[in-house]
T-cell receptor, first 115, second 114 residues
Framework: DQQVKQNSPSLSVQEGRISILNCDYTNSMFDYFLWYKKYPAEGPTFLISISSIKDKNEDGRFTVFLNKSAKHLSLHIVPSQPGDSAVYFCAASGVGGTSYGKLTFGQGTILTVHP | KAGVTQTPRYLIKTRGQQVTLSCSPISGHRSVSWYQQTPGQGLQFLFEYFSETQRNKGNFPGRFSGRQFSNSRSEMNVSTLELGDSALYLC?????????????FGEGSRLTVL
């Protein structure tokens, strides 16, 4: 069962516009959510995170929104830049022993930002 | 500060062989996790080690094993390789915490099984 889902395999955006990447989860025990960015032949790089006690977290051009009742989170990138083109993974974690070191990842969304 | 270092970066094995992959975490990080990335299954958690003890394990067969040394360096081993084990194996390190928190990933070891 896929506990974290990214339903859009790809997203294409014009430079300067907003990119919105979406993620849904099913496990109500998840309480910490992260977004990672991955370039080809590299490991994932941490982008931004949000705890379940918050509904929004901003870091520069990146903002993550969390809707716990809908079990949905989204990543907004404003303005989008060609260098943002990469695969974006949503990930979730619980608390406690079974969560040590364990992130549950979505399948990823390929973002392409056109100049 | 040096990042997570994984060796080897690429390797080719044949079915039935075994392989050992190595990971050096970021200095000061005591938790090391391993993940398998395949096109079909995405990123899947293998196991996590802290202070030389396995604290958490994913749903992989016993052919997949690992260990951590006193300097926090970690190795994972896959025995009796199968074609389906071809994947990118990623190591990640992190500070101790109640949850996985922010993981710092290495560039991975690309294993091809022929």
């Amino acid at each position: 069962d896929q506990q974290v889902k990214q339903n859009s395999p790809s997203l294409s955006v014009q430079e300067g516009r907003i990119s919105i990447l979406n993620c849904d989860y099913t496990n109500s025990m998840f309480d910490y959510f992260l977004w990672y960015k991955k370039y080809p032949a590299e490991g994932p790089t941490f982008l931004i995170s949000i705890s379940s006690i918050k509904d929004k977290n901003e870091d520069g051009r990146f903002t993550v929104f969390l809707n716990k009742s809908a079990k949905h989170l989204s990543l907004h990138i404003v303005p989008s830049q060609p260098g943002d083109s990469a695969v974006y993974f949503c990930a979730a974690s619980g608390v406690g022993g079974t969560s040590y070191g364990k992130l549950t990842f979505g399948q990823g969304t390929i973002l392409t930002v056109h100049p | 500060k040096a990042g997570v270092t994984q060796t080897p970066r690429y390797l080719i094995k044949t079915r039935g062989q075994q392989v050992t992959l190595s990971c050096s975490p970021i200095s000061g990080h005591r938790s090391v996790s391993w993940y398998q990335q395949t096109p079909g299954q995405g990123l899947q958690f293998l196991f996590e080690y802290f202070s030389e003890t396995q604290r958490n394990k994913g749903n992989f067969p016993g052919r997949f094993s690992g260990r951590q040394f006193s300097n926090s360096r970690s190795e994972m081993n896959v025995s009796t390789l199968e074609l389906g084990d071809s994947a990118l194996y990623l190591c990640a390190s992190s500070l101790e915490g109640p949850s996985a928190g922010e993981l710092f990933f290495g560039e991975g070891s690309r294993l091809t099984v022929l």
